[in-house]
């Protein structure tokens, strides 16, 4: 049900994003600015539940305060963290948001379970509600970061992180949009009265492991609730994107997101 998804991102991939991105605005505080920042990159371990959980930040150099971006990887993982240093390559599109001026947040949710990745579906669903908690948590205290007080809030999973970003998305009031790739509504979790958020869904019209009829699903439930929807479903695409569907689905949530700073 929460198939299991990773994108791998190449430097010259990051490089055509941000010349994608170049054209767009964004905002610091209330001063409309070039969408293209520098950034620097820190990480910090949390410990929850006993495990000690990795955290990356991706900060927009300057006062901020910034909009942020939560990103919620797939069943397959974040990138391992070897060392401080900043990874050399994305796992689905951090450099790319950091750059267009928004702090991004992406937790290694996974490991506050114990886990690295995670592949059996039975074992998704069975720790999906723990899932949820932990990274209602960690939404929590990205919001509590002082770079992106009083700023607008967004969230961006793929496949599994794509399932959890609905279930918070749909809850948590502040969130402005989400964006999902090769994601739905989790069973159980699309609730009757959802706030005025605004979704961005992109699905792979030949995935197998996530049927392209969950994000038909999703978006039918987008307009029954009167919710802000577009979904672009891509021809002859599984649920692993190939690199150029993939920086077109980052480029996409970029605009998406920069469109929808003061309300969309």
Do not use: W
């Not at 749909?170 to 009757?192: F, H, M, N, Q, W």
């Not at 599984?238 to 469109?259: D, M, Q, S, W």
């Amino acid at each position: 049900m929460y198939g299991n998804f990773q994108l791998r991102y190449s430097a010259k991939l990051i490089l055509i994003v941000s010349i994608l991105c170049v054209s767009s605005y964004c905002h610091a505080g209330t001063e409309i600015v070039s969408s293209v920042c520098t950034y620097r990159y820190t990480q910090r371990s949390i410990l929850i539940n006993g495990h000690p959980t990795p955290v990356e930040y991706y900060q927009p150099d300057g006062p901020g305060p910034f909009p942020l971006v939560f990103m919620l990887h797939g069943s397959a993982g974040a990138f391992s963290l070897k060392s401080s240093d900043e990874p050399l390559v994305d796992n689905f599109g951090e450099k790319a948001l950091a750059r267009s001026c928004f702090a991004v947040v992406l937790p290694h949710y996974l490991e506050a379970l114990g886990y690295k990745s995670i592949t059996s579906q039975q074992d998704m669903a069975l720790h999906f509600p723990d899932m949820l908690a932990i990274t209602d948590s960690l939404l929590t205290h990205a919001e509590s970061l002082p770079v992106v007080k009083g700023r607008p809030v967004f969230l961006f999973g793929e496949s599994l992180g794509g399932y959890l970003s609905v279930a918070l998305g749909l809850r948590r009031k502040e969130v402005r949009a989400l964006s999902e790739i090769s994601g739905g509504v989790p069973t159980g979790y699309a609730i009757d009265n959802p706030h005025n958020v605004a979704l961005l869904i992109s699905h792979g019209a030949d995935d197998t492991l996530v049927a392209p009829q969950s994000a038909e699903d999703l978006k039918q439930y987008c307009l029954d609730h009167h919710l802000k929807v577009e979904m672009n479903l891509y021809p002859g695409v599984g649920h692993y994107l190939p690199r150029t569907i993939e920086a077109k689905c980052i480029a996409t949530t970029v605009e998406f997101f920069l469109n929808h700073l003061h309300g969309g």
